[in-house]
């Protein structure tokens, strides 16, 4: 028999390893924030998502060229996803899919043209999700196709109380999108409740005198996963939220 030299590495080459942002990884998240960066190419507001932390939570990064991937690879994005992983966030690319009337095959080729467009993109989000079980087969062969050729991260976005049985075809679902005012008066059905660490909420119209009463809310309402922003429509995510960290 062999002997086998044990290689043993330093705790100082270790630790850094475990920690360092490019490594993130290694280190899941409880919790998330799920930001749409629909910035257009507007460095200005990347940069405050790209300088953004919040203690205990993940960052997840929507980008959306053009409802979607865009007509080829663009140089400001391929910059934008090397930084947000160099700061440990997550992007993931923007595909719409009509509440599931969308053609899979035109949903697939969105997805293929982020990967080959930008190759360290981590995911999807699924926007435009129907919450029906009319379409839970649409959703399990798009989940289906986006882990077993890409291994991403799927989200989807029904924006509202879902049938159950969707929770079972992606990583996270977005159970609520809409201004705080719609937000006090919503509930999580009880049949969804029980996968709160999978639950997100995207709450627009945010005033800063309430954002303890609105923590309190989310908590309340066993959501712990959103993103929340003082801005307003007609477009509440084309800027990076102001109110996220107020207060810390």
Do not use: H
Not at 20 to 41: D, M, T
Not at 74 to 86: E, K, S, V
Not at 139 to 151: A, F, G, P, R, V
Request: aromatic letters at 16%; a positive charge.
């Amino acid at each position: 028999m062999k002997t086998i030299k044990k290689n043993i590495i330093p705790l100082f080459i270790i630790i850094p390893l475990l920690f360092s942002s490019a490594n993130s990884i290694l280190i899941k998240p409880k919790n998330i924030i799920l930001v749409p960066a629909y910035y257009g190419e507007s460095g200005s507001e990347f940069n405050k998502l790209i300088n953004f932390n919040k203690r205990g939570y993940g960052t997840f990064a929507i980008l959306n060229v053009d409802d979607g991937p865009g007509n080829g690879k663009l140089d400001f994005y391929t910059t934008i996803i090397r930084r947000l992983l160099l700061k440990g966030k997550k992007p993931l690319g923007y595909v719409y899919t009509s509440y599931g009337k969308r053609n899979l095959n035109e949903v697939k080729s969105d997805i293929d043209n982020w990967f080959s467009y930008y190759k360290n993109i981590k995911g999807m989000f699924l926007d435009e999700t129907q919450d029906t079980d009319e379409f839970v087969n649409y959703y399990k062969e798009l989940y289906t196709y986006i882990k077993s050729k890409y291994k991403g991260t799927v989200i989807i976005n029904p924006g509202t109380n879902f049938d159950p049985a969707l929770i079972n075809y992606c990583d996270y679902a977005v159970v609520f999108e809409g201004n705080l005012n719609e937000f006090r008066t919503f509930e999580v059905y009880d049949s969804l409740k029980i996968y709160s660490n999978k639950l997100v909420a995207l709450i627009y119209g945010v005033n800063l005198r309430e954002i303890n009463d609105l923590e309190t809310l989310l908590k309340n309402k066993n959501i712990v996963n959103y993103y929340l922003t003082c801005d307003n429509l007609p477009n509440p995510w084309d800027t990076f939220s102001t109110c996220l960290n107020y207060g810390e």
